[in-house]
Nanobody, 126 residues
Framework: QVQLVESGGGLVQAGGSLRLSCAASGRAFSSYVMGWFRQAPGKEREFVAAMSGSVSNRYYADSAKGRFTISRDNAKNTVYLQMNSLKPEDTDVYYC???????????????????WGQGTQVTVSS
């Protein structure tokens, strides 16, 4: 069982920045693929960014490229999402997710992940 706890959400003005954190349990964190998704009420969960464990490859949704950066600190069992140049349309609940021991490769698909955090609200005012 892997537990994920997000933090760092809040209210920010358009053009501002936030850094989300996701602390994970488990001794094999460095091998987990970690992802960030977001979801608005009534909508499907949307991929934002993902990062592999061993070689630290990064993947981004088009909406996140150039503005968001995913990173991880394996010594702290934590993954981060640095969000810059925020827009009102970035307003959502943001979730982190973990995939343990993947045998397939679908980091942009929310159903592929094994564990989820409780989510943190990000609100961007215009």
């Amino acid at each position: 069982q892997v537990q994920l706890v997000e933090s760092g959400g809040g209210l920010v003005q358009a053009g501002g920045s936030l850094r989300l954190s996701c602390a994970a349990s488990g001794r094999a964190f460095s091998s987990y693929v970690m992802g960030w998704f977001r979801q608005a009420p009534g909508k499907e969960r949307e991929f934002v960014a993902a990062m592999s464990g061993s070689v630290s490859n990064r993947y981004y949704a088009d909406s996140a490229k150039g503005r968001f950066t995913i990173s991880r600190d394996n010594a702290k069992n934590t993954v981060y999402l640095q969000m810059n140049s925020l827009k009102p349309e970035d307003t959502d609940v943001y979730y982190c997710a973990a995939k343990v021991a993947p045998t397939t490769w679908r980091p942009g698909t929310w159903r592929w992940y094994d564990y989820w955090g409780q989510g943190t609200q990000v609100t961007v005012s215009s």
